[in-house]
């Protein structure tokens, strides 16, 4: 598989969209600084993407921004994800049981992209999850839930690959480390996120396997370390792996 983009300027325009995704509405010389690009290559990209319908300008402050036809796109992508109408009343229940945030993911390359999220609302502290967001597997609770149920192989692969960074002072950075907490997901049939991706949340999840049997989706439940405690994560596993066990029979 080649490593560069066989049509340079298919690269440069999703670029530009992701840029502005990042930045919302901005003036072309600031596009220009975040792109690296000069001026008149920027303004044909955004001309193109204009044209499209995937850009607009402000007819008054002159900046560029992203229009809702990505949201349109992403509504589109959604509504064929059969797996959503499966398992949203059992994440609902989940969240309102618990009292707190729950996401679902699905497996994508080396992270795992939120693709529903239930709010909890009897807590005033909420979550800076988007769905549409990713998460890397090595240092989540959702990762490790799906590596859990994948070949040694296939685990080594993703670790291998994957940026491993120390996200916070309890991430782990060590291939034998994280061999070992798969192997007590394995034992326990869920997994933990003890502040490795974001410091003062913890989270608990689960896999769900796809149709065929194979780890493609997980999930978790999140809150602040406060609300946390080890005695609550074994009260809380009990819910998760009964949530588990009614979304995979309804799968069937």
Same mark, same amino acid.
């Given at each position: 598989?080649? *490593?560069?983009?066989? !049509?340079?300027?298919?690269?440069?325009?999703?670029?530009?969209?992701?840029?502005?995704?990042?930045?919302?509405?901005?003036?072309?010389?600031?596009?220009?600084?975040?792109?690296?690009? *000069?001026? &008149?290559? $920027?303004?044909?990209?955004? &001309?193109?993407?204009?044209?499209?319908?995937?850009?607009?300008?402000? =007819? @008054?402050?002159?900046?560029?921004?992203?229009?809702? +036809? %990505?949201?349109?796109? =992403? *509504?589109?992508?959604?509504?064929?994800?059969?797996?959503?109408?499966? $398992?949203?009343?059992?994440?609902?229940?989940?969240?309102?049981?618990?009292? @707190?945030?729950?996401?679902? $993911?699905?497996?994508?390359?080396?992270?795992?992209?939120? !693709?529903?999220?239930?709010?909890?609302?009897?807590? &005033?502290?909420?979550?800076?999850?988007?769905?549409?967001?990713?998460?890397?597997?090595?240092?989540?609770? $959702?990762?490790?839930?799906?590596?859990?149920?994948?070949?040694?192989?296939?685990?080594?692969?993703?670790?291998?690959?994957?940026?491993?960074?120390?996200?916070?002072?309890?991430?782990?950075?060590?291939?034998?480390?994280?061999?070992?907490?798969? +192997?007590?997901?394995?034992? +326990?049939?869920?997994? %933990?996120?003890?502040?490795?991706?974001?410091?003062?949340?913890?989270? !608990?999840?689960?896999?769900?396997?796809?149709?065929?049997?194979?780890?493609?989706?997980?999930?978790?439940? &999140?809150?602040?370390?406060?609300?946390?405690?080890?005695?609550?994560? @074994?009260?809380?596993?009990? !819910?998760?792996?009964?949530?588990?066990?009614?979304?995979?029979?309804?799968?069937?």
């Amino acid at each position: 598989m080649e *490593n560069k983009n066989p !049509i340079q300027v298919a690269d440069r325009l999703f670029l530009v969209l992701e840029t502005l995704a990042e930045t919302g509405p901005v003036p072309l010389a600031d596009l220009c600084r975040h792109l690296d690009l *000069n001026k &008149s290559t $920027v303004h044909r990209l955004l &001309s193109s993407l204009i044209y499209m319908g995937y850009v607009k300008q402000d =007819s @008054e402050t002159g900046k560029y921004a992203l229009s809702f +036809k %990505l949201l349109t796109l =992403s *509504n589109k992508l959604m509504s064929h994800m059969d797996i959503l109408e499966t $398992v949203r009343p059992f994440l609902k229940k989940l969240s309102e049981e618990t009292g @707190e945030t729950v996401h679902f $993911v699905q497996l994508d390359g080396l992270d795992a992209v939120y !693709i529903y999220k239930e709010e909890s609302y009897q807590n &005033s502290i909420r979550m800076v999850s988007k769905v549409g967001s990713r998460i890397p597997l090595y240092c989540s609770g $959702v990762g490790k839930a799906m590596a859990a149920d994948m070949k040694e192989t296939q685990i080594r692969e993703i670790w291998d690959n994957s940026p491993i960074r120390k996200l916070t002072p309890h991430t782990i950075i060590h291939y034998t480390q994280f061999l070992d907490k798969i +192997k007590e997901v394995q034992q +326990k049939g869920y997994a %933990l996120d003890d502040e490795e991706n974001e410091l003062g949340v913890r989270c !608990i999840a689960v896999s769900i396997p796809d149709f065929k049997g194979r780890p493609k989706y997980a999930f978790s439940i &999140s809150a602040p370390v406060a609300r946390m405690s080890d005695k609550r994560i @074994e009260e809380l596993s009990k !819910i998760v792996l009964h949530i588990k066990k009614e979304i995979t029979a309804n799968m069937r």
